[in-house]
């Protein structure tokens, strides 16, 4: 098995979003720009869910037509 070795990747349109790897293995994305998704879960190259901001929150969403959560204002409501 290869491994592959990382620490920070960036946009390559240097918009500021980056991804970092830090040496106890958590993982930090940094999104810089609007509101949207930040991260995409794929089953067989189909998208089963997301995770986002929007606004002064964050979301979690489920595969298309399925409902999600989101986290803002001390508040967790359905999507």
Same mark, same amino acid.
């Given at each position: 098995?290869?491994?592959?070795?990382? !620490?920070?990747? *960036?946009?390559?349109?240097?918009? %500021?979003?980056?991804?970092?790897?830090? @040496?106890?293995?958590? $993982?930090?994305?940094?999104?810089?720009?609007?509101?949207?998704?930040?991260? !995409?879960?794929? *089953?067989?190259?189909?998208?089963? %869910?997301?995770?986002?901001?929007?606004? @002064?929150?964050?979301? $979690?969403?489920?595969?298309?037509?399925?409902?999600?959560?989101?986290?803002?204002?001390?508040?967790?409501?359905?999507?």
């Amino acid at each position: 098995m290869s491994t592959l070795e990382l !620490e920070n990747i *960036k946009h390559p349109d240097n918009s %500021g979003d980056n991804i970092a790897l830090a @040496s106890n293995g958590s $993982i930090t994305i940094d999104r810089q720009s609007t509101n949207g998704t930040i991260a !995409e879960f794929r *089953k067989d190259g189909t998208a089963v %869910g997301k995770i986002g901001i929007q606004g @002064s929150g964050f979301y $979690i969403d489920g595969e298309s037509g399925h409902e999600g959560l989101r986290f803002a204002n001390g508040t967790v409501t359905p999507r």
